[in-house]
């Protein structure tokens, strides 16, 4: 079982930063992929970035990839969306994830970890809102 808690949102003018951190519990935090998704009001969630445990390879959709940075921490059992640039459409609930199994997607790992439908635990998710 494991426990995720999001901290670090808030709101933030268009062009500024925030840095989001996921708190896990567990011991086997290390062996997960951490995966971050979004969810503006009316639409669906959507994928931000992921990053596994081996050797902590990370994947981002163009819309965020030069602008958020996913970390983590392994001795502190957290992760960390660094977002930089922000824009008024990065207004959302930001979410992490975790999963457990990423190793048995081989080479397709980067698809596979980029739909909700692959992780089993979630946060509860921290408000981001950029002005304009």
């Known amino acids: 079982q494991v426990q995720l808690v999001e901290s670090g949102g808030g709101l933030v003018q268009a062009g500024g930063s925030l840095r989001l951190s996921c708190a896990a519990s567990?011991?086997?935090?290390?062996?997960?992929?951490m995966g971050w998704f979004r969810q503006a009001p009316g639409k669906e969630r959507e994928f931000v970035g992921v990053?596994?445990?081996?050797?902590?390879?990370?994947y981002y959709p163009d819309s965020v990839k030069g602008r958020f940075t996913i970390s983590r921490d392994s001795d502190k059992n957290t992760v960390f969306l660094q977002m930089n640039s922000l824009k008024p459409e990065d207004t959302a609930v930001y979410y992490c994830?975790?999963?457990?199994?990423?190793?048995?997607?081989?080479?397709?790992?980067?698809?596979?970890?980029?739909?909700?439908?692959?992780?089993?635990?979630w946060g509860r998710g921290t408000q981001v809102t950029v002005s304009s």
């Open positions: 567990g011991r086997t935090f290390s062996s997960y992929a």
């Open positions: 994830a975790a999963n457990q199994n990423y190793a048995t997607y081989g080479r397709a790992w980067q698809l596979a970890l980029s739909l909700p439908a692959a992780y089993g635990y």
């Open positions: 990053v596994i445990s081996s050797g902590g390879g990370t």
